[in-house]
């Protein structure tokens, strides 16, 4: 059984430009949920998948957009990047929805995006 | 969007210390308590969750006690190791509410 993994793993953009980060969810799991954490911050919830639906949003403009692919694989889109998009983004898989108690979310290792 | 508060920030104990991590969160609403760790380099795992009709869970060395009146948890870590130097994040969430993680306490455990 493989775990949550994301590409690439680190990724050096430049103010105004787009990207796409990807990630495969943990086998069995139907929902993922993406998080960008800054430096010495805990996660922040971008928003959350679940049978390609987004299920959930958090504080982030629609310049963050996401889908999610009939193999429950994910993909987060950043339009117009900004300085401050400098972070590490996580993406975690579950069985369910994130929020529940006995959905455990199993998280990727992240993708670092330096935005210059 | 932070709706819990963890403290403190940083914390450095000599192995064999009991490190203490405090949370407090807001929205009562919540009903899902975990606790994650997190390496360089590595994402959060799950450490240890607790619900808010319980006061304490403990799990081998780990354990987290819950204050429900007063809207507050911690996390205990008897017998710390150098290998439990690491990020603690104290988080919240129910099935209506996105998860909320605290800002992070990093523990350095001195052999």
């Known amino acids: 059984e493989t775990g949550v993994t994301q590409s690439p793993t680190h990724l050096i953009k430049t103010r105004g430009q787009q990207v796409t980060l990807r990630c495969s969810s943990q086998?069995?799991?139907?929902?993922v949920s993406w998080y960008q954490q800054a430096l010495g911050q805990g996660p922040q919830f971008i928003f959350q998948y679940y049978r390609e639906e987004e299920n959930g949003r958090g504080n982030f403009p629609p310049r963050f957009s996401g889908l999610q692919f009939p193999n429950y694989s994910s993909e987060l889109n950043v339009n117009a990047l900004e300085l401050d998009d400098s972070a590490l983004y996580l993406c975690?898989?579950?069985?369910?929805?994130?929020?529940?108690?006995?959905?455990?979310?199993?998280f990727g290792p992240g993708t670092r995006l330096t935005v210059l | 969007q932070q709706q819990v508060k963890q403290s403190p920030q940083s914390l450095i104990v000599q192995k064999g210390g009991i490190p203490i991590i405090n949370c407090a969160y807001e929205?009562?609403?919540?009903?899902?308590f975990p606790w994650y760790q997190q390496f360089p380099g590595k994402g959060p795992a799950l450490l240890i969750a607790i619900r808010p009709d319980v006061s304490e869970k403990k799990e081998g060395r780990f354990t987290i006690s819950f204050n429900k009146s007063a809207k507050q948890f911690s996390l205990h870590i008897m017998d710390s190791q150098p290998g439990d130097s690491a990020t603690y994040f104290c988080?919240?969430?129910?099935?209506?509410?996105?998860?909320?993680f605290g800002a992070g306490t990093r523990l350095t455990v001195k052999p």
């Open positions: 975690a898989s579950s069985v369910g929805l994130a929020g529940a108690m006995n959905n455990e979310q199993f």
């Open positions: 988080a919240a969430s129910s099935t209506d509410n996105d998860m909320r």
């Open positions: 086998s069995g799991h139907n929902t």
């Open positions: 929205n009562t609403a919540f009903d899902y």
